[in-house]
């Protein structure tokens, strides 16, 4: 399947680098990935047990397996609950050979308070509120200042193989186009 293929209002296609939330557009700043390039620099934060924990793409390349950035702006929204909770529930199928993140704008108390609250067990929390996330990813909404809803997908190698921009923020993403990648790299 070709990642860049689907609905015309979600992916790398949109122009100009605008997404919509319920009718006003905002402009995405950073670069426009697209499959074939290589992971940006990032940085994501976790904290268990009063100890911070950087996610960055040398850590992700560790892993040796697939990546999945699930994107939202905050785990406390409708829509962003959805998502969670859908990845969360496909992700199963793939006995934990996708290093999976569960990337939002929510600081990192708001992010385990909602890990525990849903169980988490296949997506990790990752917070970036700090924007070092959004902004090499070319996901960060500067007049919000937080991420808009988003998904990237990159094989063992950090190559991404797969991106998804809803055009209107409270859209959801394509999942079946997205565990159709996975499928194909585990």
């Keep these: 399947m070709n990642p860049n293929q689907g609905n015309p209002n979600h992916g790398i296609g949109s122009e100009p680098r605008t997404v919509f939330v319920e009718s006003s557009p905002y402009t995405l700043s950073g670069p426009e990935l697209a499959p074939g390039a290589p992971i940006p620099d990032f940085a994501l934060w976790q904290y268990s047990e009063g100890m911070a924990h950087l996610i960055n793409r040398e850590v992700v390349l560790e892993y040796q397996m697939p990546a999945l950035f699930c994107c939202l702006h905050s785990v406390d929204t409708r829509v962003g609950n959805i998502q969670a909770r859908k990845f969360e529930r496909l992700l ?16 990192p108390f708001t992010q385990n308070r909602y890990s525990e609250r849903e169980m988490l067990s296949f997506l990790s929390v990752a917070s970036d509120y700090r924007g070092e996330f959004g902004k090499p990813f070319g996901v960060y909404i500067p007049q919000l200042m937080f991420l808009t809803r988003s998904v990237f997908i990159t094989d063992p190698s950090g190559i991404i193989q797969h991106v998804d921009i809803p055009t209107e923020f409270t859209h959801e993403p394509e999942y079946d186009a997205a565990i159709d990648v996975l499928a194909e790299m585990v």
Excluded: P, T
């Excluded at 050979?97 to 600081?107: P, R, T």
């Design 92 to 107: 199963m199928a793939f006995d934990r050979q996708i290093a999976a993140f569960l990337v939002s704008s929510d600081l």
